[in-house]
């Protein structure tokens, strides 16, 4: 048990202090201009809460939600249980490891708005490699500025080639802290391949399972960048997700009102569904 | 073990295919490119990469994410070090609440903070500085830092603090020759992040900048857009984005894995 003291606030207080001015001044604006309606010159006109009530009736809104839910949906389907199924067949020991583990890491140090630009010019139709290779020698229809479906697969496509990698990476730690002796008894009782999995290897990475799934559903919940670089939330509105639709309303539009209220019920969202994750994880740890 | 060896390898060439095809697009000329289908560069041109070595709008960009990036890392680390000591090692009013705060943080959509982070930082004139681009990734990067550190800490047995305090040590001695030397590999993966994602970050870097802290990354998007398609340029622009970050996961290869296992993370 850890002994209380008073006094470790002094130890919290840069953070406090550093994580306040950039949190909370910002936030206390947003919702300023949640309840106003504003007709520039720095007029304000009090509003109440009918921007939350237009926003939670507004079928635009629903639609880019919707979006942004089928978009998580999907990429955690994916990105989870291969990125698990990756980290299994990762050798355990030599130099192999280092390799794997730099070039897979490799994504995730790419700025965004690259990724973005470069699976751009991956997938043209007619000469980027991606494109050329569906649309030529495979002769399948491929233009992602036109099918809304193929838009869709694209982006699915590079946030898995973006992402996945954190879920090995995390996977693979949780297993290499596996000691031998488990996998030795496993075999002497003569356990599968897959009761080793089940029972032995899945609780262990349980932890750092939960923490994948909470960063992964965090960050592709608050995507912005690369699908804004890549498709531009088209063709049409077929891509455009939460935080694409805020921007074009806060900066293209500058309807401040609106894009503040959508952002506050936006961060409520992502907050929900981050302390529901968080709290079931502090759960399973006690 | 053996047989199944081919998953990672093909998972990593699916990984390098887009980087692939961007390197390779970096040394064509713009001619080529548009020209048609080349698996290859067919003649082979640095004139991509002599425009950005050259133009100081282009190398400037580097220049000014590496230091607002730098910047960041190590307030991020500095300021966390002792707070996730806290964390660690106390009880104190109100410490499971401002840890969950703190992770709330690392959850904001950065597009719902462009606007009021354009108008805080305009309003204390630091907008177009390096320092104000620093200073709006540590709501992020804080968060992540003292959930990392606090990790490693947790892992260290109270019995140090104590044999080190009988022994004499005051505290700042404690921290800075014992404590911390034992805790580098978790320093290392904190700073590793923080520098990971104020790298890749744009929409509040690019928001919050103008001419003089522009970063990199927004360099790229403006060129691509106002000199039409040089997708030559925009191609060798992005492959030296690249560099920074192998560099420094280079640095830490071993203590990736390690530190994440030895960690809470």
């Known amino acids: 048990m850890k002994p209380s003291y008073q006094k470790a606030w002094f130890f919290v207080l840069p953070v406090l202090v550093l994580v306040a001015f950039n949190a909370l001044i910002p936030m206390m604006t947003v919702v300023n201009y949640s309840v106003q309606e504003t007709f520039g010159n720095n007029l304000f006109f009090w509003q109440g809460v009918d921007w939350f009530e237009k926003l939670l009736n507004s079928d635009r809104f629903h639609a880019a939600l919707g979006r942004q839910f089928l978009f998580t949906g999907i990429i955690l389907a994916i990105e989870i249980p291969l990125g698990v199924a990756i980290a299994l067949a990762m050798p355990r020991k030599g130099v192999w490891v280092s390799v794997c583990l730099v070039l897979m890491a490799l994504p995730m140090l790419i700025p965004w708005n690259v990724v973005g630009a470069m699976w751009n010019i991956f997938t043209l139709p007619d000469i980027g490699l991606l494109g050329y290779f569906l649309n030529h020698v495979l002769g399948v229809d491929y233009n992602m500025t036109q099918s809304p479906l193929a838009a869709w697969m694209t982006i699915v496509a590079m946030d898995v080639w973006h992402w996945t990698s954190l879920v090995v990476l995390l996977s693979y730690a949780g297993l290499v802290s596996i000691p031998d002796a488990y996998y030795q008894a496993a075999k002497i009782d003569g356990a599968s391949n897959w009761a080793v999995f089940r029972y032995i290897q899945l609780p262990k990475m349980k932890r750092v399972l939960t923490i994948a799934i909470l960063l992964r559903f965090m960050d592709s919940f608050n995507i912005y960048t690369e699908i804004f670089v890549l498709t531009g939330g088209g063709p049409g509105n077929s891509t455009t997700l939460l935080s694409i639709d805020l921007v074009k309303i806060a900066l293209g539009q500058f309807d401040l009102g609106p894009a503040a209220a959508m952002s506050l019920i936006y961060f409520a969202i992502t907050l929900l569904v981050s302390w529901l994750f968080y709290t079931l994880m502090m759960r399973n740890e006690t | ?265």
């Open chain 2, 1 to 265: 073990m053996q047989k199944r060896s081919w998953v990672p390898i093909i998972y990593i060439l699916f990984l390098m295919l887009p980087i692939y095809w961007l390197v390779a697009m970096s040394f064509k000329t713009t001619g080529e490119i548009l020209s048609g289908f080349s698996l290859f560069p067919q003649t082979w041109t640095f004139d991509n990469y002599r425009v950005i070595f050259t133009d100081p709008t282009w190398y400037w960009g580097y220049f000014n994410s590496i230091i607002y990036v730098s910047l960041n890392t190590v307030i991020s680390i500095i300021v966390a070090l002792p707070a996730a000591y806290a964390f660690s090692r106390y009880r104190f009013l109100g410490d499971k609440q401002l840890f969950f705060w703190l992770l709330t943080n690392r959850m904001a959509p950065a597009a719902v903070f462009a606007l009021p982070f354009f108008q805080l930082y305009s309003a204390v004139n630091l907008f177009d500085t390096h320092i104000a681009v620093a200073l709006a990734h540590l709501l992020f990067n804080i968060p992540l830092a003292v959930w990392i550190l606090e990790g490693f800490m947790s892992g260290v047995p109270k019995e140090l603090d104590e044999t080190a305090f009988v022994d004499g040590y005051s505290f700042p001695r404690f921290f800075t020759k014992i404590f911390l030397p034992t805790i580098g590999a978790g320093v290392g993966v904190a700073a590793f992040f923080c520098f990971m994602f104020s790298w890749v970050e744009l929409l509040l870097a690019k928001t919050l900048t103008a001419v003089y802290a522009k970063p990199i990354a927004a360099v790229m998007t403006k060129t691509a857009s106002s000199a039409g398609y040089e997708l030559g340029l925009l191609a060798a622009a992005g492959t030296l984005t690249i560099i920074p970050g192998a560099i420094v996961i280079y640095f830490v290869r071993h203590n990736i894995a390690k530190g994440f296992a030895l960690g809470r993370v």
